[in-house]
Structures are given as C-alpha cells and as structure tokens.
C-alpha cells in the first residue's frame, strides 16, 4: 500500500476552506490518493481519494482506508507492506500496554506490548520498508498507470516534472487563484475523477504481465486464488483498531472525557462504569469525526476484577455537553469550534476493484467535522461496515446504503445561517451553470 499524486486535477467541495478558490467558489482542488496493491497477482485492489484543504492526507485517512478495504476483501493471508512516515505513526503501529510488575522479585515479567495495531490485533506481518525497492511492484506500477490514465482521461494535468505541461499548468493556476471555477477548464468533481480512476484500474487488472514475479491477467489469478483459499473475514468485534483516537482516560462520575484536536468529548456507560468504579483507567478508541458511533472502551491494566490489557469491556454512548455561550461571532475566523471543525473536515472516495469491472465497491463519504457525515455507498462487502444500515439494492442485488448522522440538533441561528449559505451557493452555481433552474 502507498499514496500516489494522481496527475489529473478534480475538484471536491469545501465551504470552510482557507485558500482563494475555497473562498470564492466553496470547493477545493485534490490529487491525493490511498492505493493497494495485491503482491502475488499484481492486480490493484482498490482507491481511497483523500480531498482535504492543503491536498494533504492524515494517518486516521489510513486508518479508515484499511477498514474499508479489509472490509471488502477480508484480511491479508501474511501482511502488508507500508513505508514510512505518516504510515508508521503511532495511530497506525500501536500504543502501549503497561508492563507487569513481579512483586516477589520485583522485576518486569514482559516487555512492553504493542496494543490495538493491526500486527498485534489480527495475526498479519506489518513491514515498514525505507526505499521504493521495499514496497514490491506498487511504486513502480504507479508510472505505468499515469502513463495509461492519458488515455482514459482528458482534463487539465499537473505532469510528472515541472514544465510538462505549460497550457494545463496555467488553467490549474488559474483555478487555483479562484479566478475560475474547476468546471470552467475541464477539471472533473472528484467522484467522477475516482470513477476514471477505476477505469484505468480495471483496464490493468485485465491486461495479461509477463514478469518474473508477476506473470498471467491479475484478475484470473486473484479469482483462483480467492476460489482455492478465501480469505479471512474482519472481525467487526474488533473494529475500533481502525478508530483514529486511542487514548487513556479515567472514569470519573459515570463518564470519560477525553481531548483530541482542542476539542473534548464524553462518553457514558453508566451500569459498566458503575461495577468498574470511578478512578479506574481505561482505554478508548473513537471517531472524533463521527462520535455518534460510540466508543469502545478497553480495559488498560491488568487485574483479577477485570482480566488482561486490552480486553473488552463494554462500549459507551457520546455525551453531549452543556450549551453554552461564547462572545465571539459564530462566522469569525477566531472562533475556536470552527477552527477545530475545519480542521477535522474532509471527503474521501473509496473504490474496490471489481473482478474485470464487475460488483466493484464505492463509498463516497463527506464528513464536515462537526460530527455530520454523509455517506453513500455501492455494492456488496464481504461484511458491511460499522454504523451502516441497508435500505435497497440495485439490479445486480448490491446494495445501496445511505447515511447523515448528526452530533447534535441544530439552533435556529445555524440553521438560518445554513440556509443562508445554500442559497448563496445554488444562486452562484446557476450563474456559473451548473445547475438548470426549474
């Protein structure tokens, strides 16, 4: 697994952005893109399109990029290889459990273990490589698909060196600047970029390699591999190792809080953390981007009451605060809640390869990081994702799963801002055209 710049520019949007084309047109340009790659067939296994402001990704978009794919494919038979970086950050490898103490001898028992890493969790080799030569065939592979996507698509592109492409360098500077909008220039919408992506994708997976290690149509050999051995399911007890915040708290009054990102969140169990006692410590693994999700708390050190680190203990429910009052205005680019929320907010778009193009799986996901999400996805998981609920099925019987979760109801104000907002920008889409009006 690695990410790759994609070479074609798509747009996605971002109200909240800082940059010129955010302010003017509520959108933002991405290129940034998770890849999987299956060693033994060669074939691609699947994309996540991370659009965030300053076209950057996060270990939590990994994170969640691995639930989406081990969701959909199961588990890896022997590992996966990583490189570096945000790929080996703590979120990804693991915390620590407390060491066990002797107390006749008064020496540790054991070492320090890593705890809730994918290593440790599910049974599969990690490795972190240093150089392009450690990732197997995927960083080379990288060439060869830009290469063939000039093919498939035809849109402004950044190139692969600096000067490749003077025309399409200043369109994207142009849009960039916000003196156009993407749509102006040929620049596609990210869903629609990821759908071209898999395109390419596709086209690859079925074109017969003649390498030493890689030889035959990847898509034959993944589908004789899955029929002589299918892989392991996930197993949705253990799904919070994908969760972006694990953390140590103490149970205090019924409930734990927790901070992440200047932000504060509470969860409850009330029975639970009742038997436990107040004063215990626990670990708990959330979503700050979609706390309705619940914890999952963790029991942190060893006892006879409660058993080994790391063994479940119950999850909790998200706790609203308190209303309050803050003197600043709710727009203003000092208020701390926007701050955290922009930071928190992005879109990502999630595709897995189908064998030869078909029942392939797409997610399309936008969480604005005040805990609503919208999400909409296609096809059919070998488990469905947590939180998901089914409500229909296409022609080929995939499922079609749709979502909007909200921390909290919104006030009056916000909801006349809101509309105030969609109405600025519809009446700036019909301007532009994008939109007919009725």
Known sequence: MDDMSWNFASYFPNPE???????????????????????????????????????????????????????TYGLPRIGIILEKGAWKSKVIVGGQ????????????????????????????????????????????????????????????????????????????????????????????PMAEMSKLMENVAVYLNGEEKEGRNQADIPDLRWKAALEAKPPAPLPQAKIHVFFPVKTRATIRGGHVRVPSNGDSFSFAAPSVFAQIGSGRPVMVCFDPTEPSLRATILNYESSTELGKAGDFLCHAEHVEDAPGFLLKGANSDDNPGRRRAYNRSFSSYFVAFGVFGKKAVRAHEHRDGRGNVALVEHGEPALPLPGLARHGSDSEGSALIARARSRRPKTREEEDLEIARIERMEAEALARGDLDAF
């Not at 074939?43 to 969701?71: H, N, P, Q």
């Not at 240093?130 to 698509?153: C, S, V």
């Open 97 to 188: 459990v407390p060491v066990e103490i002797d107390e006749e001898i008064g020496e540790a028992k054991a070492q320090e273990a890593l705890l809730l890493s994918i290593e440790h969790e599910f049974g599969i080799q990690v490795r972190h490589c240093r150089n392009a030569k450690g990732k197997g065939h995927i960083e080379t592979g990288f060439g060869y698909l830009q290469r063939t996507a000039t093919t498939f698509i035809d849109s402004p592109t950044y190139g692969t060196w600096r000067g490749e492409f003077s025309r399409d360098a200043k369109l994207i500077t142009a849009v960039q600047t916000g003196a156009k909008h993407p749509k102006e220039v040929g620049i596609p």
């Open 17 to 71: 952005g800082t940059g010129p084309l955010a302010q003017r047109h509520g959108v933002d340009l991405g290129r940034q893109g998770l890849w999987a790659m299956d060693f033994a067939s060669g074939r691609w296994l699947g994309v996540d399109v991370i659009g965030r402001d300053r076209d950057a990704y996060r270990a939590e978009d990994i994170l969640r990029f691995f639930r989406k794919l081990f969701s």
